[in-house]
């Protein structure tokens, strides 16, 4: 089969999926994920074997081609607990695209081109035909960073962005790095989480969750500081979490 906007799509249909078919309104963000497996073909087993409870609505391969492994109308099982503008479980309000990537524990690799212009075809097509906005564009990691790191630092938020398919800042590169490891005030700190919870992560108590508040801070980091992922809150995360509540 071949979308309109001439990507190839194969159906391959995995049986992980909740009945009935949710109307097209309900599908309002896409997630984006990694496989986080050594080898493809055990990744694309995984997503189809009823007993992982695991699956995607789409699989991008190493070589670019893209498997429909569930119809959208369906509720795949890909995003978990997760979170993000007082929406909560996920799944039932979006897609879940699987790319290809054995992950942080086998190898973490830089996504190939192929992919990521099958991503961006895949993209332009679902948030037409469903109205999504690029905002709500998300990685696994932004909603559920306790547990998840994908798709991590190595993902491409920026081109995508340039494409009009995802959310940036607008700072430039010589403005932020200056202010990168540049130590802020307590009530600087307050302001970066109530900036977070503005643009949609969880909010936390910070003086009970010290070690998923560290989760919260590498998640925002893997996301749009991809440069340095250490937990820290820095001038420059500062920065960037002001100019993502104004964009």
């Known amino acids: ?36 497996m050594k080898k493809e073909t055990d990744a694309i087993k995984r997503l189809c074997n009823s007993k992982s409870k695991v699956s995607a609505h789409y699989f ?16 795949a099982w890909h995003a978990g607990k997760s979170y993000w503008r007082k929406f909560q479980s996920l799944n039932k309000y979006s897609i879940g695209i699987e790319i290809s990537n054995p992950g942080h ?37 932004d909603v559920a960073p306790d547990r998840k790191k994908d798709p991590g630092e190595k993902f491409p938020w920026e081109i995508l962005f340039k494409k009009n398919l995802s959310n940036w800042h607008y700072l430039s590169s010589e403005k932020i790095k200056k202010n990168r490891n540049v130590i802020i005030r307590k009530n600087e700190e307050n302001l970066f989480f109530n900036n977070l919870y503005k643009i949609g992560y969880s909010k936390i108590d910070k003086t009970k969750n010290k070690i998923k508040k560290i989760y919260l801070v590498k998640a925002f980091q893997r996301r749009f500081r991809q440069k340095l992922i250490n937990g820290k809150i820095d001038k420059e995360c500062l920065l960037i979490s002001k100019s993502l509540t104004k964009s």
Do not use: W
């Open 60 to 75: 991008i391969k190493n070589n670019g081609k893209v498997l429909n492994l569930v119809p959208d109308l369906y509720v």
């Open 105 to 141: 524990d086998h190898g973490y690799k830089n996504f190939s081109s192929k992919q990521i212009h099958s991503l961006i075809k895949l993209l332009k097509y679902l948030m037409k035909k469903y109205n999504i906005n690029k905002k709500d564009i998300l990685g696994h990691s």
């Open 1 to 36: 089969m071949r979308f309109k906007l001439g990507l190839n799509l194969t159906r391959y249909y995995s049986i992980n999926f909740d009945i009935p078919k949710r109307d097209k309104k309900k599908i309002i963000f896409i997630i984006i994920h990694y496989t986080g």
